[in-house]
């Protein structure tokens, strides 16, 4: 079994930055990729940006390319989204996600995760 564990989050003005980070534990030689999905209030969770663990391949939804970074340290075990120029769009709950699938055809689809963190509340006032 695997266990995410998300870092970061929290209350940001319009422009602002912030970093979330993600540490997995267990059995971390299964993930072959790792991403942020977010959910906000009354919407669907939908993917935000996906890296594989091995190539640090990277995949974004197009709202936030440009402003987002997803990164990984192997030697920290850890990955990291770096959040810069959010919106009020950005507001919502981030979970980190890990997956199994060695396709990254299946990194943005949240029905292909087959670990979850239990996410962080990030809230951007206009």
């Known amino acids: 079994q695997v266990q995410l564990v998300e870092i970061g989050g929290g209350l940001v003005q319009t422009g602002g930055s912030l970093r979330l980070s993600c540490e997995p534990s267990?059995?971390?030689?299964?993930?072959?990729?790792m991403g942020w999905f977010r959910q906000a209030p009354g919407k669907e969770r939908e993917f935000v940006a996906a890296i594989g663990w091995s190539l640090g391949n990277t995949y974004y939804i197009d709202s936030v390319k440009g402003r987002f970074t997803i990164s990984r340290d192997i030697a920290e075990n850890t990955m990291y989204l770096q959040m810069d120029k959010l919106r009020p769009g950005d507001t919502a709950v981030y979970y980190c996600?890990?997956?199994?699938?060695?396709?990254?055809?299946?990194?943005?689809?949240?029905?292909?995760?087959?670990?979850w963190g239990k996410g962080t509340l990030v809230t951007v006032s206009s």
């Open positions: 996600a890990a997956s199994r699938r060695s396709s990254s055809y299946y990194w943005s689809r949240a029905d292909s995760q087959d670990y």
């Open positions: 267990g059995r971390t030689f299964r993930i072959l990729s």
